[in-house]
């Protein structure tokens, strides 16, 4: 089984991952310490080190900014530390359900999750209404995320930490994101026990947290 999730974080084309190796970046991501992550993780620090420069070069891209202040991420690593959570989050999920086969994480350009499922090239796409095309798939809701108003800084409404639609109708050309579900969807057609208990194990992941 392959669990689509998609995100172009650099130059080179992504290919399947395996999810020690989002484990790996998300432990760094999190502790902004090598010494700490690789204790987290139950490894030494110089194979860690390794396998994050492996995965930079495999992206052709920095995740991670070092210097002698400590470690930083980047906006690539930002876009990929939250990109992986979600897919690591399903892939346990699934691997939970007894008799769960091996689960392979598919990182690829933005916009092409739907295709993939359509041509039996993944299982199961991770995507977000109502951005992708979610048309000739069932899907199951993981999470929403509210709208965003952007904000100049300055802005007197910027300090705010929630506002409603009310508030900023008045403001000039303001910008807001709308609000965006990700979901997983897999073909309508798929009578797959496998891909059934993978949305199972997920879905009561997010509900059930």
Known sequence: MILGRYHRVGSKPCGIWKPRELR?????????????????????????????RQLEQRLGVRLLDRDRRGVALTEPGRV?????????????????EPGAPPV???LCEVG???GLPRDGQADVAIMH??????AGFDTEDLVVEGQVA?????????AREQLTLAEVSDVPDLPIAPE?????GWPASSRSPAVAALVRSAAGLYKNP
């Not at 991501?29 to 396998?51: D, K, N, T, V, Y």
């Not at 990929?80 to 939970?96: M, S, W």
């Not at 209404?129 to 979610?134: E, S």
């Not at 952007?150 to 910027?158: D, F, K, N």
Request: aromatic share 6%; glycine share 2%; no cysteine.
């Open 129 to 134: 209404r109502p951005f992708d095309d979610l």
């Open 80 to 96: 990929l530390l939250r990109e992986a959570k979600v897919a690591l989050d399903a892939v346990t999920a699934a691997a939970a």
């Open 150 to 158: 952007i904000l100049p800084a300055a802005h007197p409404l910027a």
């Open 112 to 114: 092409e999750q739907a």
């Open 104 to 106: 392979e994480v598919l």
């Open 24 to 52: 790996y970046f998300v432990t760094v991501a999190e502790e902004l310490h090598f010494g700490r992550a690789a204790e987290r993780l139950g490894i030494a620090q110089p194979p860690l080190s390794r396998a994050i």
């Open 180 to 184: 965006v579900t990700t979901v997983l």
